[in-house]
C-alpha cells in the first residue's frame, strides 16, 4: 500500500497567495499603518477632526480614482479629468453670479458631457490611443478655458451656498460630501459587478478581439464609458470648488496623477481586465493619509509628485510579478 506524500506549501508562497486573493486586506493594513505612524509623528493628531478633513480631501480624488478605475478596465485611461473638473468649477462659479444656479450647473456640465463624447468617439471609433485622445482633448479644453476666463473676468465669481455646504459642511460630525459619495460610490460598484455594461467594460479590458467577435458594439461601449467618466468629473469640479472655495485654471489638475495612483494602488491593472472600484477608495484614503504625513515631514510638491510615480511603477510591477506566478 502506498502513500502519496504531501508537499507543504511554503509560508511565504502562502501568505503571497492570501494577499493576492484577498487584496483588500493589505491595502486596510497599509492604511493602518500609516495612521499610526502619522500618530507616533504628531501625537494626537489622529482626533474626529482629522479623520472628517481626511474623508473630505480623499472624496474628490476617488471619484475621480473612479474615472480611472473605469477606463483602466478597458485597457484605457482618462488624462483629461482633471481639466474637466476644472472648467466645470469655474463655469459654475462665474455663471452663478448673473445666473440661477440651474442653469449655471447646466452650463458647467455641458463641456464634461462634450469632452466625454470627443473622447469616446476618438477612442471607440477612430481607435486613437486614450492616453494620445484624453491628453489632447486636455490640452483643447485648457485653451478654452484660458479664452473663456476673459469673458468673465469682470464678472467675478461666487461659490454657491450649497456646493460650499457639500465641500466642507459637517452634520453631527459625518461630512455632509458623503450624502453624495455613498450613493455615487455605491453605484460604480453596483453597475461594475452585477450590470451588462460593467461585465463588457471587464471583458472589453481582458480580451477586446474576443469582445467583438461576440457581437459587441465596441464604439458604444468606449463612447458611453467616457461619458460616464467625464461627468463624474464634472462632479467632481462641482464637489471640489465648494471644498476648496477658491476657483482658478489649474483647480483640479494636481489630482490626475493621484487618481491614477489610487487606481492602481487599489488593484486595478493599467492593462485592463482586472480591478474594482472598492480597492481603488481605499487607495484614495491611503494616498490622502499619505499627503499629510508628507506634508507634516515638509516634503515640497516635487518630491510628492515623483513618490506617486514610483507608486505606480511598482505596484504595476508587483502586479506583473503576480501574473507571472500564476
Known amino acids: 500500500m502506498s502513500t502519496t506524500a504531501i508537499t507543504p506549501v511554503p509560508f511565504g508562497r502562502r501568505t503571497k497567495r492570501f494577499m493576492a486573493d484577498r487584496p483588500l486586506i493589505p491595502l486596510i493594513i497599509l492604511l493602518v499603518i500609516l495612521v499610526v505612524i502619522l500618530q507616533i509623528l504628531r501625537p494626537g493628531i489622529v482626533n474626529e477632526r482629522w479623520i472628517a478633513n481626511t474623508i473630505k480631501f480623499a472624496i474628490p480624488l476617488a471619484i475621480l480614482a473612479g474615472c480611472q478605475t473605469m477606463t483602466m478596465l478597458t485597457g484605457g485611461i482618462d488624462l483629461s479629468v482633471g481639466t474637466v473638473a476644472t472648467m466645470s468649477a469655474f463655469i459654475m462659479a462665474t455663471q452663478v453670479v448673473n445666473q440661477d444656479p440651474a442653469v449655471a450647473f447646466f452650463l458647467a456640465m455641458m463641456p464634461a458631457v462634450l469632452i466625454g463624447l470627443v473622447n469616446g468617439i476618438g477612442v471607440g471609433v477612430f481607435r486613437v490611443h486614450p492616453l494620445i485622445m484624453t491628453l489632447g482633448t486636455s490640452l483643447i479644453g485648457t485653451g478654452c478655458l484660458q479664452v473663456y476666463q476673459r469673458t468673465v473676468i469682470a464678472s467675478g465669481a461666487k461659490i454657491p451656498d450649497f456646493l460650499a455646504w457639500l465641500g466642507t459642511g459637517l452634520t453631527w460630525g459625518i461630512p455632509n460630501a458623503l450624502l453624495l459619495f455613498v450613493p455615487l460610490a ?113 516634503m515640497p510638491e516635487g518630491a510628492r509628485r515623483i513618490l506617486f510615480g514610483l507608486i505606480v511603477l511598482f505596484v504595476t510591477a508587483a502586479y506583473l510579478r503576480i501574473v507571472e506566478e500564476r
Open 186 to 298: 455605491a453605484l460604480i460598484v453596483f453597475t461594475l459587478a452585477r450590470t451588462g455594461f460593467g461585465r463588457l467594460l471587464y471583458a472589453v479590458g481582458d480580451n477586446e478581439r474576443a469582445t467583438r467577435l461576440s457581437g459587441v458594439q465596441y464604439w458604444q461601449v468606449i463612447t458611453a464609458l467616457y461619458i460616464i467618466s467625464s461627468m463624474l468629473a464634472g462632479i467632481t469640479g462641482l464637489l471640489y470648488i465648494g471644498l476648496i472655495k477658491a476657483p482658478s485654471l489649474s483647480l483640479a489638475e494636481p489630482l490626475v496623477l493621484p487618481s491614477v495612483a489610487a487606481a492602481v494602488i487599489g488593484g486595478t491593472s493599467i492593462f485592463g481586465g482586472r480591478g474594482g472600484y472598492t480597492g481603488t477608495i481605499i487607495g484614495a484614503l491611503i494616498l490622502t493619509v499619505l499627503t499629510t504625513l508628507l506634508t507634516i515631514l515638509q
